[in-house]
């Protein structure tokens, strides 16, 4: 039982991870289908989808794309570490995993351009606001009252 929710609290912390990816769809563009319906992926985000991600959001460059990756490969590494240490507590497992998340988007961060920062900065704040405020489906802000 405790391995299952261990496992559980892992991933959505890395769905938290990885949200801000998947929110900052561009208007222009349509959502994945495991999007359309409401539904998100579970599980962390491979590195190199990442970056893709990133790179179409953002405009990286092929120099910001290699140091993206190896800085989400890196991430990820640290995390597989974190949730195999049975020394740690659920708690300190948490905590030692948003520090490598941190620090991550810092590193992400300190690569961009003052452009690229600014809009890294919106799709933050997006998924901030996600995470903390709304509970509902995607467009739970639209105006319409979720499902009871």
Known sequence: MFKQSLIAFVAAGLVSVAMPFATAQSNDQQAPPSQENG????????????????????????????KVQDIYESARS?????????S???DE????????HKNADAQVRGLLDSNQQKKWDEMQARHEQMRNGRQGPPDAGSGQQPPQ
Not at 40 to 49: F, L, Q, S, V
Not at 51 to 65: A, F, G, N, P
Not at 78 to 86: A, G, I, K, R
Not at 93 to 100: D, F, N, V, Y
């Open 78 to 86: 640290q995390m597989e570490s974190v949730h195999h240490d049975s």
């Open 93 to 100: 497992r948490h905590s030692k995993m948003m520090e490598i």
């Open 39 to 66: 539904m998100r992926r579970h599980g962390p985000m491979d590195p190199a989808e990442r970056t893709r991600e990133l790179t179409r959001q953002l405009k990286l460059t092929s120099d910001q794309q290699t």
């Open 88 to 90: 740690l507590s659920q």
